[in-house]
């Protein structure tokens, strides 16, 4: 404690320009280390944020509106991009059975993480936000497949296409209990806030998309145009969907998916995620580990331990069910059913964004929907996941290949 108080007092006489060199150090520096120790950058950033955040170093203050700012940009370029990254080319041509295991991913893990959350002792809105946050996936796997020349097998399409709607679904969840716990239930405030996303939904993907893609088509040799026109699009959504009382990371994910097909392979596509990746997005992984108060970690896993391996179970039983369950309808092998989960177990990008949005999200006498306790538990997910899934998939997905080639 004396050496956390001296770096204390010796980083407050830092200069504001001081600490900016040291984010921009953390971005440049982080990855490449997270890279060489077979870690995923976003945990490595995550855990960057603990160590130079308010609990430890102190470096950076929890508080502070330019980071805040940068990090709220990239939670929703984050969205934004999971949107965009989604194959719907794939998708279409396994539609029906990227639908089944879409649902099943969605709902057992839903229904799991929500049991659990019960059992110990939370309230049925936040047990069925963590439930929500449960049913989506990030596939920090995919590389490993697109590596081994295997993106093109059906298991690893139904699980893209799945996708789609896990993340949907996931987020539609998350996006009405937020309102319902913020401003109390009512019959008729449940069905505005039905209405309302009824509308809201097929106004971005269909609306939006056709009026999107005509504007992005005459303005596409206009690059500078066109990169300002998609920031436009995720900021006008973001607002509708906070006017309507839902996280502006649903609308922005919505976005996404609406202008998918309209901005594939556009250059000023690339630009805007090198922009986000490079330096919105890991700034947002950072500063969302300035949350985190390791003593407070340890003090969960030691107290709260219940708490932690509840939800990680239920996870992960989950998406073994989805996976082999579906799996074994749809006459894959083994080694497919095993990569299928090992895709579905990571949870960081959409479950990261939602969790912080839960966190800030208070009733009428002040209480978070998801405590600091759960927060902590939720990260401990999130890291364990993170690794656990890639691990899995470089076992699995070579395996997956050679049962391809043999015909089974």
Same mark, same amino acid.
């Given at each position: ?5 001296? %770096? ?5 006489? %830092? ?29 490595? %950033? ?30 929703? %370029?984050?969205? $934004? ?9 794939? +998708?279409?041509?396994?539609?029906? !059975? ?44 995919? *590389?490993?497949?697109? !590596? ?10 139904? #699980? ?21 716990? /913020?401003?109390?239930?009512? #019959? ?42 998609? +920031? ?15 996280? &502006? ?12 097909? =309209? ?10 995620? $090198?922009? &986000? ?7 947002? +992984?950072?500063?969302?580990? $300035? ?8 003090? *969960? ?6 708490? =932690?391996?509840?939800?990680?179970? /239920? ?6 069910? /989805? ?15 095993? *990569? ?8 960081? =990008? ?11 999200? $208070? ?20 890291? #364990? ?9 470089? !076992?699995?997905?070579? !395996? ?9």
């Amino acid at each position: 404690m004396f050496i956390l108080d001296y %770096l204390h007092k010796a980083v407050e006489v %830092l200069p504001v320009l001081a600490k900016f060199a040291v984010c921009m150090m953390l971005i440049v520096i982080i990855p490449r280390l997270s890279r060489r120790v077979h870690l995923p950058e976003a945990v490595g %950033l995550l855990l960057a944020g603990v160590l130079f955040g308010p609990h430890v170093l102190d470096i950076f203050p929890t508080q502070h509106p330019v980071l805040q700012f940068f990090a709220e940009v990239g939670m929703l %370029l984050l969205m $934004f991009f999971a949107g965009l990254e989604i194959d719907l080319t794939l +998708f279409r041509q396994k539609i029906f !059975r990227s639908l089944g295991f879409g649902v099943v991913t969605t709902s057992v893990p839903l229904l799991l993480g929500t049991l659990v959350t019960l059992s110990l002792g939370y309230d049925l809105l936040p047990a069925i936000v963590v439930g929500s946050l449960l049913s989506s996936h990030t596939m920090l796997g995919s *590389t490993i497949v697109a !590596r081994l020349g295997a993106r093109r097998l059906e298991p690893m399409v139904v #699980v893209t296409g799945a996708t789609v709607l896990s993340d949907t679904l996931s987020l539609l969840v998350f996006a009405i209990c937020v309102p319902l716990y /913020a401003s109390g239930f009512s #019959v008729p405030g449940i069905t505005i806030q039905v209405v309302e996303i009824v509308v809201f939904v097929p106004l971005v993907l269909f609306g939006l998309g056709r009026a999107g893609e005509h504007l992005l088509r005459r303005v596409e040799d206009e690059e500078e145009t066109y990169f300002i026109l998609m +920031f436009g699009i995720l900021a006008v959504t973001a607002l509708l969907a906070e006017w309507i009382n839902l996280p &502006g990371i649903v609308g922005t994910f919505l976005a996404g998916l609406a202008v998918n097909a =309209a901005v594939k392979d556009k250059p000023a596509k690339g630009k805007l995620e $090198f922009m &986000g990746n490079t330096l919105f997005i890991p700034i947002f +992984f950072i500063a969302t580990g $300035f949350l985190i108060d390791p003593f407070e970690l340890i003090r *969960t896993i030691s107290q709260d331990f219940l708490l =932690a391996a509840g939800i990680i179970g /239920a996870l992960v039983v989950g998406k073994w069910i /989805a996976a082999e369950t579906s799996g074994r309808a749809f006459g894959y092998g083994t080694a497919a059913r095993r *990569t299928m989960w090992s895709l579905t177990i990571p949870q960081v =990008a959409a479950t990261l964004a939602a969790t912080l949005v839960a966190y800030k999200t $208070f009733n009428a006498a002040g209480q978070p929907l998801l405590d600091a306790r759960m927060l902590n538990a939720v990260l401990i997910m999130v890291l #364990v996941t993170a690794i656990l899934g890639p691990i899995l998939t470089q !076992r699995y997905a070579p !395996r997956m290949l050679e049962e391809a080639n043999r015909g089974i």
